[in-house]
């Protein structure tokens, strides 16, 4: 049951975000593995728009913050507030409350904003003063950064990238998508939106939780998906290239994040094991993030994508 509905919410999803099957599959495998994803892409290419439709999909309270330089940990946490009439202090929720939270343009905000969604990713929780709120037990954010503009901007520091179950990157459309979505945005001004699949309650997506975590894998599977993550800390044991190219490995919250994603894959695909494939597919996104290049890299022309596919090719497939 749980299968179909997700299935329903991946077509819609399709519909209303054309040619971009990879960001939709990443956005449900994040809702099944329990993560927050980081999207990077130029301006335009409909990031917003699935996210929004996500959150129509699902069960659940949605705010999108937009990041700035002038924003404040206040802003997402909330603050206490004086009450004169009672002469006491009133904790006032901030948006980090919802259960759906949309980043948008979130390295534009400064370290301190960081350090409070850190907080919030990492231990669902968030402390004003002296006192510590739990998050809803639904918790994503969804977070959005733009490539090209660089002004204004602050990178975000490995310890909060490593919270990002995923790094989706996404590219321009072909020109055949590109008329298709001419054609869609047309008719949704014309005849109005799409109408909506059937939303997915909470309870329907912690039970295919649950049946995510109780997908079949073989032992040598996972050896050969912790043999993919080490492989980043020791890449001398593979190749000199390797051994030039990285600095810096994943920690062992890759390994847990690419078990999640692979089985959630697998349960997408309508399996109840994991495969080699399965890891192959959204190695990439879990592990771009987290892995740090060599100057010697960077000289050679290296990307991250391209140093973990050479990591796929040099550790053997069971």
Known sequence: MAAEQFQRLRNYLDSQVLGQPEFTEGLLIAVLADGHLLV???????????????????????????????????????????????????????PLFHNVILAD????????????LLEAMAERQITVGQTTYPLPHLFMVLATQNPLEQEGTYPLPEAQLDRFLMQ?????PAAETELDILRLTRGEELEGDVALPETLT???????????????????VENYLVQLVIATRQPQHYNDDLARWLSYGASPRATIALDRCARAKAWLDGRDYVTPDDIQAVYPHVMRHRIILSYQAEADGITADQALQAILQ???TP
């Open 40 to 94: 990077e892409g130029p301006p335009g290419l409909a990031k917003t728009r699935a996210v929004n439709a996500l959150a129509k999909g699902i069960e659940g309270d949605f705010h999108r913050v937009q990041f700035t330089p002038d924003l404040l940990p206040a802003d997402l946490t909330g603050t206490d507030i004086y009450r004169p009439e009672t002469a006491e202090f009133v904790f006032q929720k901030g």
């Open 105 to 116: 343009e979130i390295n534009r905000a400064p370290a301190k904003v960081q350090s409070a």
């Open 168 to 172: 989706l990157n996404l590219d321009y």
């Open 202 to 220: 909470q309870q329907d997506i912690f039970a295919a939780r649950r049946e995510v975590l109780e997908i079949f894998m073989e032992e040598a």
């Open 314 to 316: 040099a550790v053997a």
